[in-house]
Each structure stands twice: as structure tokens, then as C-alpha cells.
């Protein structure tokens, strides 16, 4: 996000009250140079000035205080929906590597990996008008789905493969069990190096994206 941008979004919730500050300076002072005449009612139209100004002053305290809480109230819930964003991110790569180091349930992984991409979803859609504006459009969150929707059809390929070599296998009327925990392994080793690469990219963009939406915080 551009300097240009940032000094607009932070400008922009303070354009009412000051614009209504100015419309009532113009119209106080439209009324007392039209009803008085200055030139025997000075004392009189000043005082009326003065009160006028007064009130004008208090009601825009009165607007800008809840402005400015209302602003607060934003960055808050955009300081929680950021850290549930970490959270969401951070447990997708603590998904795999759990899955790429110790025994997998390939099954559960593609379920799991599916859930967190719709969560992922979720997120962009629900927060691209309001707490992070445009960020449907940020080139780092497309990234983060595209490697996300990358390691989910390798992983989906995978369980494919699995369920064809049991399915063959099962056929069998004495299949040879090394025979089938090579295959196996061989699948896995696959997997594991094709889909080693989209993690680590995934996990180098994930830190870009957080680093674009911290730039939205005041």
C-alpha cells in the first residue's frame, strides 16, 4: 500500500466531522453578517457569535470523540482478525510438516487442508470491504491461495494413487507386503519432494502477506 493511500484511509474516517465543521462556520457566519447590522448591534451579534461558535464546537467534539472510537473499535477487531489470520497460517505449515515427518493419514490431511483453504477463503472474502480493503486483489494473498490450492491437488493426487495401488492389491490372493510398503514408500517419497517446494514457498509468502496487512494498522 502506497504512502498516498495509507494517508487517505486515515484521513478519510475524519472528512464528516471536519466537513460539518466547516459547513456550520459558513452558515454562523451567513446568519450574523445577514441579521445583524454591525454597525449598532456589535455587541450583540458577536455575543451570539461566540455562543453560536460555542455549540458549533461542542457538537463537533462530540462527533470527532466518536469518530476517533469508533476507529478504535476497527483496529481492534482488525488486530484479532489479524491474529487469527497467523493462527490459520501458521497451522497449515504445522499440518504438513506434522504429515511430512512422522506416519500420515493422507485422508485426513486432504480433509484438513480443505478446511483451512476454506477458512483461508473465508477470511479474504469476508475482510477485503471493510478491515483490509483490496486485499482480495493483494498479489501475496493470491499467491498464498495458489500454493495453498496447489499442495491441496497434490495431496488429493496422492490419496488417488494410494487407493489405486490398494485397490490393485487387494485383488491379489497373496500380495507381497514389502512389495506393497515399497510402492507405498515410493508414492510418499514422490509427494513428499514435489510438494516440498510449494511449502516452502507458501511459507515464504505467508510472512509477505502479514507484512501487507500490518501496514493497514495506525
Do not use: C
Amino acid at each position: 500500500m502506497s504512502d498516498i493511500s495509507k494517508l487517505y484511509l486515515r484521513g478519510k474516517p475524519f472528512f464528516i466531522p471536519i466537513s460539518l465543521l466547516i459547513a456550520g462556520l459558513v452558515l454562523i457566519y451567513i446568519f450574523i453578517y445577514r441579521t445583524f447590522d454591525f454597525n449598532h448591534e456589535r455587541e450583540r451579534a458577536f455575543a451570539i457569535l461566540i455562543s453560536s461558535i460555542g455549540l458549533l464546537f461542542g457538537f463537533f467534539q462530540v462527533i470527532l470523540n466518536l469518530t476517533i472510537q469508533a476507529i478504535r473499535n476497527k483496529d481492534n477487531l482488525r488486530y484479532l482478525e489479524y491474529k487469527e489470520l497467523i493462527i490459520l497460517l501458521n497451522r497449515i505449515s504445522e499440518l504438513m510438516n506434522e504429515n511430512m515427518i512422522e506416519d500420515m493419514n493422507v485422508h485426513g490431511l486432504v480433509n484438513a487442508l480443505m478446511n483451512k483453504l476454506n477458512d483461508y477463503v473465508s477470511f479474504v472474502v469476508i475482510n477485503d470491504k471493510y478491515l483490509f480493503t483490496g486485499i482480495k486483489e493483494n498479489q501475496h494473498a493470491l499467491a498464498v491461495h495458489k500454493e495453498l490450492e496447489t499442495i491441496l491437488e497434490k495431496t488429493d493426487k496422492f490419496r488417488l494413487e494410494l487407493e489405486k495401488l490398494e485397490q490393485k492389491n487387494s485383488t491379489l490372493k497373496d500380495p507381497d507386503q514389502f512389495r506393497i510398503w515399497q510402492e507405498k514408500s515410493i508414492l510418499q517419497m514422490n509427494w513428499h519432494n514435489d510438494v516440498r517446494v510449494n511449502l516452502k514457498d507458501f511459507n515464504n509468502i505467508k510472512y509477505e502477506l502479514l507484512a501487507d496487512i500490518q501496514s493497514f494498522f495506525r
